[in-house]
């Protein structure tokens, strides 16, 4: 992973916490509002939450994380699996049951709180993660941009497809887009900097 992207981290966690003081002014209702009224019931964009269901992300994860076993007993890269998308997760819902913000007030809504989106966030991690490992040995650059921009994109529908079908603020979905990359970089760099300081045993 280039160091380029290790500041970009620090920029998504400094978001996010901007979002955490903001979230309630009337500057960010208006572009919650905004977003809703442009991306609302949006039929293509809204069927990208199934991507984000975890029923679906697990069922990938271990696709994954047997991927990793199987090609080259990758146990460090398992646990990088294990800390991006499951301690993600943990994380995420700690912090929905901290913030307690209410989801946007439409009928059978669901019950838990709002802020940041679990799909978004989640979204970002599993798909960013499929994205490291597919493109850690690729010397193919035009592939390596290829699949990081279709993980980009891809990250980006799952989010927005919670502000489409009522789910979210859009306020939530950037949140969970800029914890999620500040969650990826920490495991990422934790990762590489194992793999550069780890010795085989002769």
Do not use: C
């Amino acid at each position: 992973m280039k160091k380029i992207f290790y500041p970009l981290g620090l920029v998504t966690l400094l978001g996010f916490a901007m979002l955490f003081f903001t979230f309630s002014r009337d500057e960010m209702i208006q572009i919650d509002t905004k977003m809703t009224n442009l991306l609302g019931d949006n039929a293509f964009i809204t069927a990208f939450h199934y991507l984000g269901e975890p029923v679906f992300v697990i069922a990938v994860m271990l696709v994954l994380l047997a991927y990793l076993w199987g090609r080259s007993k990758n146990y460090r890269g398992m646990l990088f699996v294990l800390f991006s998308v499951g301690v993600g997760n943990v994380l995420n819902q700690g912090l929905k049951k901290w913030i307690q913000r209410e989801r946007p007030d439409v009928p059978h809504q669901l019950e838990s709180f709002s802020f940041p989106s679990g799909h978004a966030m989640l979204g970002l991690l599993y798909v960013f993660t499929i994205a490291y490992f597919l493109t850690e040995y690729q010397s193919d650059k035009k592939v390596r941009v290829l699949i990081w921009l279709g993980a980009v994109v891809l990250a980006a529908l799952i989010g927005l497809s919670r502000i489409a079908e009522h789910r979210h603020f859009a306020s939530d979905v950037f949140a969970g887009w800029m914890l999620g990359y500040t969650w990826f970089v920490i495991v990422a760099f934790w990762y590489e900097y194992r793999k550069r300081s780890f010795r085989p045993i002769k």
